[in-house]
């Protein structure tokens, strides 16, 4: 079992930045990816960045590629999710969650979820 907390969500103007934080609580997160997700108003949640625990690779969809940036403190549990140049279309609740799988992009490759952070992006 992981309880995934996030935090650093808020409100930004276009090509703002903003930092969310997803700190892991519970079984060892160590043998885990942490991916963060995103579901904009009436539409299906989406990957946007995840990481593998145990060395640090990571990968993101292309829509973020370049401007986000995904990493990890080992001594805090967490997990960032750097985001930078955002736009009116990276509006949205970001959640964290936990893989077993690295490479995992599916919402259902996942299993333990946080209850969300919105980001808003003003134009």
């Known amino acids: 079992q992981v309880q995934l907390v996030e935090s650093g969500g808020g409100s930004v103007q276009a090509g703002g930045s903003l930092r969310l934080s997803c700190a892991a609580s519970?079984?060892?997160?160590?043998?885990?990816?942490m991916g963060w997700f995103r579901q904009a108003a009436g539409k299906e949640r989406e990957f946007v960045a995840a990481?593998?625990?145990?060395?640090?690779?990571?990968y993101y969809a292309d829509s973020v590629k370049g401007r986000f940036t995904i990493s990890r403190a080992d001594a805090k549990n967490t997990v960032y999710l750097q985001m930078n140049g955002l736009k009116p279309e990276d509006t949205a609740v970001y959640y964290c969650?936990?893989?077993?799988?690295?490479?995992?992009?599916?919402?259902?490759?996942?299993?333990?979820w946080g209850q969300g952070t919105q980001v808003t992006v003003s134009s």
């Open positions: 519970g079984s060892a997160i160590s043998h885990y990816t």
């Open positions: 990481i593998w625990w145990s060395d640090g690779d990571a």
């Open positions: 969650a936990t893989a077993a799988e690295f490479g995992a992009r599916l919402r259902h490759d996942y299993d333990f």
